[in-house]
């Protein structure tokens, strides 16, 4: 009897299965499209909170080593204190006093004053100057101990945001391999050469993108095996004497002053093309064309600025 309900019951489970209607290839298409829109701002977001993560992690890094310097003066300056104590003791205190008093040469007398009035001096400076160092190190503490404060939120921020990117990543690939389209690439692939018609830092940009043409889009990615999209155009341009911001916001931001009409007429190889809700952006090749690490699941490649690219762009900035 119990063996037939347990068959029943998976049987059951089988039926419910089956049942449950599956996304045809379209739905999945357009999840997928909504999904690579959202993981543009995603892996974003995490590029931004590792770039603050690596600024915290070095201001902290320096103002430790500051703090640490600062320590071993204020030990050196402390033993010297010790020192001068000690010799103090030895011949300026109450006996050596008392025998200078008892001398019967008043030569001796004053010469033995006038030391004792150095020593003192000295004494009190090397107490001044121990004073200061030690506020000034008690000050670098604080500030090394706020410095590590802030990299520790930064890379709890980095944390989450590396999280929800791989959640999302792994939806992505899913899809892509349920609809064939999950593609590796090659982290060793030669590329391409540029034939083009850019000049000067745009051509020596664009030589360095092509270069990268068939490498595996990979978020996070600054090379040399995979990229992202905003890496890629960073170290593109990075390749020119160029150094551009790590992101896609701070790229668009950077270029505030540099924008140029989004025109083809009027666009120029090697500038930066951005999306609409700065989710994604690439680098324009010349003759319509633009070069760009495009997704998960795809690799670095040129593509035709047609009616479905043209209208997502935002705008353009001339490096």
């Known amino acids: 009897m119990a063996a037939a309900l347990v068959i029943i019951a998976l049987f059951s489970s089988l039926d419910r299965a089956a049942a449950e209607p599956q996304p045809t290839l379209a739905q999945a298409r357009a ?15 995490y590029n931004l909170a590792n770039v603050r993560w690596k600024k915290a992690k070095k201001n902290y890094d320096e103002l430790n080593k500051a703090y ?5 003066t204020v030990d050196g300056l402390r033993r010297n204190l010790v020192t001068v104590a000690v010799s103090t ?15 019967g040469d008043p030569a001796s007398l004053l010469s033995g004053l006038a030391a004792i009035d150095q020593i003192s001096a000295g004494h ?22 706020d410095a590590l404060t802030e990299a520790d939120k930064t890379r709890d921020t980095l944390a989450a945001e590396k999280k929800k990117t791989r959640r999302l990543i792994a939806e992505q ?38 270069a990268q043409i068939g490498k595996p889009y990979q978020w996070g990615g600054e090379g040399p095996g995979g990229y992202d999209c905003s890496g890629l155009a960073q170290a593109a341009w990075a390749s020119a004497g160029v150094n551009l911001p790590r992101t896609t916001w701070e790229q668009w931001s950077w270029g505030a002053s540099r924008r140029v009409p989004l025109d ?21 090749v010349g003759n319509g064309k633009m070069v760009h690490a495009p997704r998960t699941g795809d690799v670095i490649k040129v593509v035709d600025l047609d009616d479905y690219w043209w209208g997502r762009l935002l705008g353009a900035v001339r490096p």
């Open 68 to 72: 640490d310097q600062q320590r071993e």
């Open 89 to 103: 003791y030895q011949f300026g205190g109450l006996n050596g006093g008392a025998g200078l008093l008892n001398s």
């Open 173 to 210: 690939t899913k899809l892509l391999r349920r609809l064939g389209a999950y593609r590796s690439g090659d982290p060793n692939s030669p590329g391409i050469e540029y034939n083009g018609p850019a000049s000067g830092n745009a051509r020596t940009a664009l030589q360095f993108a092509f």
């Open 31 to 45: 999840k997928l499209e909504k999904l690579n829109d959202q993981a543009g701002k995603v892996v974003d977001r």
């Open 124 to 145: 009190a400076e090397s107490l001044r100057v121990f004073d200061a160092a030690n506020r000034d190190l008690k000050e670098r503490y604080d500030k090394a101990k």
């Open 264 to 284: 083809l007429n009027q666009l120029q190889p090697g500038d930066l093309l951005f999306s609409k809700g700065l989710g994604h952006m690439g680098i324009y």
